[in-house]
T-cell receptor
Framework: DTEVTQTPKHLVMGMTNKKSLKCEQH?????MYWYKQKAKKPPELMFV???????INESVPSRFSPECPNSSLLNLHLHALQPEDSALYLC???????????????FGQGTRLTVV | GQQLNQSPQSMFIQEGEDVSMNCTSS?????WLWYKQDPGEGPVLLIA?????ELTSNGRLTAQFGTTRKDSFLNISASIPSDVGIYFC????????????FGQGTRLTINP
């Protein structure tokens, strides 16, 4: 099973709303990631969690707040977003954390976010 | 930041033709990954490469990790309509344990 599950698949939110994106994997992976992808562009790394601790924040604005409640779950809390934040948000996971020997990252289907 | 130069940006081919795309960089990478992405979906891992010179196949797909560790190519033989999509290479830098650098993608279109 190489499945990463993201919910919801689509989300429309206003600029004053608070919403959360959810990601779940049951592969025993200890590294989980949030990526943002704009149309016709490659995924851009936002955050990395390793062993449930935030290890990388790619200078993401504070209106995006990640959370890793346990080794299987990853959330992305959204607040006061701007229309330019509309994108496909992808979650991924991989087997290893700090000492990387395998970086095969498996992606979820993504959440298509539209900010109005 | 680090960049991967992926080419070509787009390809328009006839069904049954072979396809070749590649990624190059000025930096050395520890790992090369090739992904395919369909519209509105997440990238799907096709092939992972871990050693310089490694040649790996997955059905009609073949990928190689360049001997200099600065490049990789992906070949698709006898293309079929379901091969349509965007192909991304991604590399892991030696110092960036959890950061993948992505190429800009190759958009493949197949004429039946």
């Amino acid at each position: 099973d190489t499945e990463v599950t993201q919910t919801p698949k689509h989300l429309v939110m206003g600029m004053t709303n608070k919403k959360s994106l959810k990601c779940e994997q049951h592969m025993g992976h200890r590294a989980m990631y949030w990526y943002k992808q704009k149309a016709k562009k490659p995924p851009e790394l936002m955050f990395v969690y390793s062993y449930e601790k935030l290890s990388i924040n790619e200078s993401v604005p504070s209106r995006f707040s990640p959370e890793c409640p346990n080794s299987s779950l990853l959330n992305l809390h959204l607040h006061a977003l701007q229309p330019e934040d509309s994108a496909l948000y992808l979650c991924a996971s991989s087997q290893e954390g700090f000492s990387v020997t395998s970086t095969e990252a498996f992606f979820g289907q993504g959440t298509r976010l539209t900010v109005v | 930041g680090q960049q991967l130069n992926q080419s070509p940006q787009s390809m328009f081919i006839q069904e049954g033709e072979d396809v070749s795309m590649n990624c190059t960089s000025s930096s050395i990478f520890n790992t090369w990954l090739w992904y395919k992405q369909d519209p509105g979906e997440g990238p799907v891992l096709l092939i992972a490469l871990y050693k310089a010179g490694e040649l790996t196949s997955n059905g009609r797909l073949t990928a190689q990790f360049g001997t200099t560790r600065k490049d990789s190519f992906l070949n698709i033989s006898a293309s079929i309509p379901s091969d349509v999509g965007i192909y991304f290479c991604a590399g892991q830098l030696p110092s960036g344990a959890q950061k993948l650098v992505f190429g800009q993608g190759t958009r493949l279109t197949i004429n039946p």
